[in-house]
């Protein structure tokens, strides 16, 4: 055959069937019928039940790899709690939105593995509301929270590993009796629900449920991913279909088919119909906008839950269940109704859940209602109404800190953990330190601990401190953890204890002006109401006498100078100061009536004082056993002052005379260069009581810090401090820690705070939760929030032994060396007494 000839007959054969078709139309369908039949007569037995199989495999493979995926995502999931704000901003819901879009996946990975939701929750119990957001093992870390509290500043976080909102468990002899129901949009999701409101929305919700009972749990759940691609196509298609006239549902299309162009907006032009416009049609206009307007920016799916449950007997029958679950479905009709409220051109139907408890647990979101982000941030935000009974509030906002605020290491003192963005250690520089730190709050608010971090730090680095403490419980606390190697530096005064104290003499030491203006100082101050001029003149002299003596000076002999004339008589022989000898003859010459008179009230605060044991052996035992200045190059004084135990005016004057003998000691560092200076820590605790020095604060703050000495200074309201103290304090303790203070005190603490951290947020920081202004690089740095840390854990023993070691430091120091050519004594009456 020729190759032409093939050519002809090859088109031929293929037109053939169409000839076919041609010439007899009906011939060739009942050849193809036929032709199907036979097909499905053969094959049909076995590919029907094949097919059949197949389908429902891949449907339940694709449920079972769906399910898979959420439990993966839900592996590690977590709640993170949302505290309002004191005023939300109406705006913050749309930005954690679309903040929150960030967590779209590539489109792979959404087809493999999935896209990660988010549950909004408004949790409701007979304590109130609780707003939460549940996030998948999958989303990072922080991310929501920083989300959130950038979206409404001021707004806090708590995280904690995810729970069901409605309790599984139930105690014995009781079961969960629940009703719920899902919201789903009535028409095309391309027509949006009512987004702007002149009231919050959500009162009605959040009203809905008032008055449960203890044993009552509700919640409602708006479950949301972030979706693009297909997913708005689908949604995109529908408006277009919508905007046609045409049903945007299947079943609506295919009545469509059979009842062709009724309901259209585009009829034909007949002679007696006019064409519909759309731009004079009010509402097709108004449709068109809002369709588009809905599709222009991100999208969200979702679906909202709602659940009401309750504790009902175990065995309870369906006629007692039976007033219980009506009582449950008029809740959750009050609950669903409340969403009427998002009515505008789209609106929500109710569907039945069947198992509402389950439900809400799983928080699985399989298909949903797409909503732009205005209308998610309508539905779940945190509510703007400033009288929410019930809701949790956060009492102050989160303020990072600044750069370059020393985080922790060698010559940091540790201050705490920052409670904004990642959270990190934050300290004050040792050298930093010596402006000083002032610490404010309410009892129980955590000074204590963090002072005993900071002296717990000190020692383990080898600074010297002294530790004032009026309750017994910081001493205490750093018993327990301090290192045992540091055991022989400590110097332990404790009132509580049987074993011998160490020895700080307040008349000893070479300056003997200075002594004598501290002890006197001390008495006046502490004993004000009851002090006078006189008394004053008589504990002076009595006490420079004193010093005049030979050998050590101790306070027991002051009443043995002032009652007993053989004694005093023998003391004065020793004084060749005129003026003393002309005090003392004024003295003598008084009646014994008067002189009774005169130094009755010096005499009942020296017996209060001097009758207590741990007084006389403490401040009368004899010569010091401690040196201050070289516990301030590296030693541990720890000054345990039980209140109870002591009273509280020979509490403050045992504090106020350590505190004394302390500032001596640093001002005897000035024979010292500079350079040579260690540094050391003051730390008192209730100060007021402790800062009774002859020598101003105004002068003294400044002036320590040329030292190398710190003081930390704690106490508990500002009303506590005399006006003088409380203006020096303000201006010369330059770093601030400040815990949760009263609206009064607040009020003045804002102004070192101010406009960061503002006067509400100092009165309503939380427990261990502080506004710190810390001094950096010798400049004050802007204020921030940070959470202190709690004290490692105490060692069992630890206490006991450093108790032990430190009795060494109560031996009385070695007498010296006997030297030839030795200087008669000189008389000392207290000998001869």
């Not at 995502?73 to 960030?102: C, K």
Request: charged share 20%; aromatic share 4%.
């Amino acid at each position: 055959m020729f190759p032409a000839q093939s050519v002809v007959a090859q088109a031929g054969m293929l037109a053939s069937p169409v000839q076919d078709y041609l010439r007899d139309p009906a011939g060739a369908v009942r050849a193809v019928v036929t032709a199907l039949r036979d097909v499905a007569v053969s094959w049909g037995p076995v590919a029907g039940p094949v097919l059949v199989l197949v389908v429902t495999g891949l449907a339940v493979g694709r449920r079972w790899w769906a399910r898979r995926c959420h439990d993966r995502m839900a592996a590690d999931a977590r709640v993170v709690t949302v505290l309002a704000p004191p005023a939300v901003d109406p705006d913050g819901a749309a930005a954690l939105y679309s903040n929150l879009v960030g967590l779209l996946r590539s489109g792979w990975k959404r087809r493999i593995h999935g896209q990660p939701h988010v549950v909004w929750e408004y949790v409701f119990s007979h304590a109130g509301v609780a707003l939460r957001l549940w996030l998948p093992g999958v989303v990072p870390p922080g991310m929501a929270e920083r989300a959130i509290e950038a979206a409404w500043p001021g707004a806090r976080t708590r995280t904690t590993p995810a729970r069901p909102p409605i309790p599984l468990s139930h105690p014995p002899g009781k079961s969960v009796e629940a009703v719920g129901g899902e919201l789903r949009l009535a028409r095309t999701e391309a027509l949006p629900i009512r987004s702007g409101f002149p009231v919050d929305p959500v009162r009605a919700l959040l009203g809905a449920p008032v008055g449960l009972a203890t044993h009552e749990r509700a919640v409602v759940q708006i479950l949301a991913r972030p979706v693009t691609g297909a997913r708005v196509g689908t949604a995109r298609r529908a408006a277009r279909r919508v905007r046609a006239g045409r049903s945007a549902t299947p079943a609506g299309r295919v009545l469509d088919l059979l009842t062709p162009h009724t309901g259209s907006r585009t009829p034909r032009a007949t002679a007696t119909k006019q064409v519909v416009d759309h731009q004079t049609s009010l509402e097709t206009s108004a449709q068109d906008r809002v369709i588009v307007a809905k599709q222009r920016g991100s999208q969200y799916e979702t679906r909202i839950r709602y659940a009401v449950a309750t504790l009902v007997p175990e065995h309870a029958t369906s006629t007692e269940r039976g007033p219980v679950r009506e009582h449950l479905r008029g809740r959750g009709h009050a609950i669903a109704s409340t969403f009427a409220a998002y009515t505008e051109h789209n609106y929500y139907r109710r569907a039945r859940l069947s198992h509402p408890v389950q439900a809400v647990a799983e928080r699985r979101l399989g298909s949903g209602d797409l909503l732009s982000i205005p209308e998610l941030a309508a539905l779940a935000h945190v509510p703007t109404d400033e009288a929410v009974p019930g809701l949790q509030r956060a009492g102050a906002k989160a303020v990072p800190p600044p750069p370059g605020i020393a985080t922790e290491g060698p010559g940091v003192k540790p201050i705490g953990i920052t409670d904004s963005g990642h959270s990190r250690p934050v300290g004050l520089r040792v050298a930093d330190a010596r402006h000083h730190l002032h610490i404010i709050g309410a009892t129980g608010s955590g000074k204590s601990e963090l002072m005993a971090r900071m002296i717990l730090d000190d020692a383990d680095a080898g600074r010297g401190l002294v530790v004032i403490d009026p309750k017994g419980d910081l001493v205490a606390d750093v018993l327990m953890r301090l290192p045992v190697r540091l055991g022989e530096k400590v110097v332990l005064f404790d009132a509580d204890s049987r074993s011998r104290p160490p020895v700080l003499n307040p008349l000893g030491g070479a300056d003997t002006a200075r002594a004598v203006d501290n002890l006197v100082s001390i008495f006046s101050r502490i004993y004000a109401s009851s002090w006078g001029p006189r008394t004053e003149d008589i504990l002076r002299s009595g006490l420079l006498t004193l010093r005049a003596l030979p050998g050590t000076p101790v306070l027991t002999d002051l009443p043995k100078l002032l009652t007993v004339p053989a004694f005093r008589h023998r003391a004065l022989e020793q004084v060749s100061d005129d003026i003393l000898t002309g005090f003392w003859t004024w003295y003598d010459d008084l009646s014994d009536a008067s002189r009774a008179q005169v130094v009755a009230p010096l005499m009942n605060k020296l017996r209060g004082l001097l009758l207590r044991p741990f007084v006389r052996a403490s401040l009368a035992g004899g010569e010091s056993t401690v040196d201050m200045s070289a516990v301030l190059d590296g030693g541990i004084c720890l000054v345990r002052l039980n209140k109870g135990t002591l009273g509280t005016d020979t509490a403050r004057l045992i504090g106020s005379i350590i505190v004394a003998r302390t500032w001596q000691a640093a001002m005897q560092r000035a024979q010292i260069p500079p350079r040579d200076r260690r540094d050391a820590a003051l730390y008192i605790d209730e100060c007021h009581n402790f800062l009774n020095l002859a020598y101003p604060l105004e002068d003294m703050l400044p002036e320590s810090r040329g030292y190398r000495l710190a003081l930390i200074l704690a106490h508990q309201f500002l009303l506590q401090l005399p006006a003088p103290l409380k203006e020096a304090i303000s201006t010369n303790a330059r770093s601030k820690n400040i815990f949760a203070a009263s609206p009064e005190d607040a009020r003045d603490l804002a102004r070192h705070t101010a406009p960061r951290i503002s006067e509400h947020d100092l009165a309503n920081l939380g427990r261990y939760h502080i506004a710190a202004r810390l001094v950096l690089d010798g400049e004050e740095a802007p204020p921030f929030t940070a959470v202190t840390e709690k004290l490692p854990p105490a060692i069992p023993g630890r206490s006991k032994k450093i108790r032990h070691l430190a009795l060494v430091n109560t031996d009385p120091p070695s007498a010296p060396e006997p030297v030839e050519h030795v200087q008669p004594a000189a008389f000392d009456p207290r000998r001869a007494a």
